[in-house]
């Protein structure tokens, strides 16, 4: 079992910055693929980015690329979503979650935890 909490959301304005953080129980965080997730009303759970157990492969989506970096620090059993140059429209709940022996995937369904999630809220 993993445990996934996430931190760092809040409200910015557009052009900003935040850097949400999550925090995995266990000792075999490093067996493990991280990715982000987000969730706008109305909409559904959307990929963000992901990396794999080592950190040395990571994905982004388009949306993302250029202004998002993810990060793992295995000694610390957490991973990072630097979020730059943030936009309204990156206005959503955002989500940990955790895959074991997989590699960084987009598809939701590779991954086994999911945390509660961290609200994230751009202005104009």
């Known amino acids: 079992q993993v445990q996934l909490v996430e931190s760092g959301g809040g409200l910015v304005q557009a052009g900003g910055s935040l850097r949400l953080s999550c925090a995995a129980s266990g000792r075999t965080f490093s067996t493990y693929a991280m990715g982000w997730f987000r969730q706008a009303p109305g909409q559904e759970r959307m990929f963000v980015a992901a990396?794999?157990?080592?950190?040395?492969?990571?994905a982004y989506a388009d949306s993302v690329k250029g202004r998002f970096t993810i990060s793992r620090d295995n000694a610390k059993n957490t991973v990072s979503l630097q979020m730059n140059s943030l936009k309204p429209d990156d206005t959503a709940v955002y989500y940990c979650?955790?895959?074991?022996?997989?590699?960084?995937?987009?598809?939701?369904?590779?991954?086994?935890?999911w945390g509660q999630g961290t609200q994230v809220t751009v202005s104009s």
């Open positions: 979650a955790a895959g074991r022996w997989v590699r960084a995937t987009s598809d939701p369904a590779k991954y086994d935890y």
């Open positions: 990396i794999n157990w080592s950190g040395g492969n990571t």
